[in-house]
């Protein structure tokens, strides 16, 4: 399981994928900071929360199914590696780098905003502090989320096809704000009750639905003809 690990994360430094997906994220980001503050700070947040999505979608699609086309998945199978670690190396190294491109994504459009708008005060230390852990509880909660898009990519095998069906995914999310947490505050102007805001019993069924999935494309995972 290791080596498999480490000969993932070998390909994600040596790969385009993931720079692509930053370069894409970066300057969606600043373009959005740019263009949207003041009273358009909704606006922002939204396109936010997408453009993270997006981006892991991409990655999913691109980086993923790319293992599928360059055959290194059936190889790795067929060398005797067992399935369960091969499944969970790739899954695993879909999450540190979703983890990395969500909090570019956040990083990109903090300082965009500084950049181009800033705020009306200097921010105590403990404001900040709750602006880094609002932040990273809602990457974690997104990581839930675009986990779809990591088992979408393992079922269909196919780039275009997996982007395409993980934007439809992003949509629906997105869409269903009454039920998921992505519709969440831009914690910049007002850092100071934001965490109140992190609806924790929102995350237990998502986790929940995220492990439920994991075990079932792991069997899936095993029993499929890899060849085919």
Known sequence: MGNLLNAELYKIIHRSTIGICLVFTVVIEFVNGFLHGGNQIGTLTLLIEIIGLVSCALFAGLFTCADFSSRTIFHAVTSGKNRISVWFSRYLTFLITSFILL??????????????????????????????????????????????????????????????????????????????????????????????????SSLCPVLLLTLLLILSNVLLFQKRDILS
């Open 103 to 200: 909090l570019v994504n956040q990083f990109a459009v903090f300082a965009s905003f500084l950049l181009f708008h800033g705020i009306d005060r200097i921010l105590t230390i403990n404001e900040l502090l709750s602006i880094a852990l609002y932040t990273v509880s809602g990457i974690i909660y997104d990581l839930c989320l675009v986990s779809f898009f990591f088992f979408v990519a393992m079922q269909v095998r196919e780039s275009g096809v997996s982007i395409a069906v993980s934007v439809v995914l992003t949509g629906i999310m997105i869409s269903s704000s009454g039920i998921l947490w992505v519709d969440r505050i831009f914690p910049l102007p007002n850092p100071r009750s934001i965490l109140d805001s992190i609806p924790i």
